[in-house]
């Protein structure tokens, strides 16, 4: 079961803005660093988003994330096909001491 | 660029315990600022933590399973394993191991990933 909440699916057509959100608590997100990752389809996970907010070197920047109290955000802008994947934000909790991942979200390019 | 891999057998029986390997090339093991974790994914689900293991050999592990997992490391190999006991059809998924950054009794993100390896309990 997991404790950060996404939504399940997030769509839109191509060069649109597309914006997946992940809701914690004060335990993780509200006070610990977010990340997000990006699986293809068959691939292993890819980091995508550091510390809230940073794009590891060769991640394009038409990814980026945000974080606000005890929720986050990634957002794609200039929509391409090959940002169809699932997309995970993931936090440490510090009442479990150990780290935590969102429910997942599934993008499609309509 | 450091690369990982896991390894291991891909069908296990019900009661018995699951182990993988996962081999860490192009980089070392024993290094301050990570430990080495396993994260799984069942069939169409998603990510779940495992947990992890520092090169000393210290270990955070994810409360739902711990009573059934061990992590532990091998230096000398640059190897660090994963064994899950008394598994069940539910433990069946990709099993990944990850590089994971660590600082101030935290760790965060996890920058490095294996390929993963499927395991499957059935008898």
């Known amino acids: 079961q997991s404790v950060l909440t996404q939504p399940p699916s997030a769509s839109g057509t191509p060069g649109q803005r597309v914006t997946i959100s992940c809701s914690g608590s004060?335990?993780?997100?509200?006070?610990?660093?977010v990340y997000w990752y990006q699986q293809l389809p068959g691939t292993a996970p890819k980091l995508l988003i550091y510390r809230n907010d940073q794009r590891p070197p060769g991640v394009p920047d038409r990814f980026s994330g945000s974080k606000s109290g005890t929720s986050a955000s990634l957002a794609i802008s200039g929509l391409r096909s090959e940002d169809e994947a699932d997309y995970y934000c993931?936090?440490?909790?510090?009442?479990?001491?150990?780290?935590?991942f969102g429910t997942g979200t599934k993008v499609t390019v309509l | 660029q450091l690369q990982l891999q896991e390894s291991g057998p891909g069908l296990v029986k019900p009661s018995e315990t699951l182990s993988l390997t996962c081999t860490v090339s192009r980089g070392s093991i024993s290094v301050s600022d990570y430990h080495w974790g396993w994260i799984r994914q069942p069939p169409g689900k998603g990510l779940e933590w495992i947990g992890t293991v520092y090169y000393s050999g210290s270990t955070y592990n994810n409360p739902s399973l711990q009573s059934r997992v061990t992590i532990s490391v091998d230096t000398s190999k640059k190897q660090f394993s994963l064994s899950l006991s008394s598994v069940t059809a539910a433990d069946t998924a990709v099993y990944y191991c990850?590089?994971?950054?660590?600082?101030?009794?935290?760790?965060?993100?996890?920058?490095?990933w294996g390929q993963g390896t499927t395991v499957t309990v059935s008898s």
């Open positions: 993931g936090a440490w909790d510090d009442s479990l001491s150990a780290s935590v």
């Open positions: 004060s335990s993780n997100i509200g006070s610990n660093f």
């Open positions: 990850a590089r994971q950054r660590y600082g101030d009794n935290k760790l965060y993100g996890l920058d490095i």
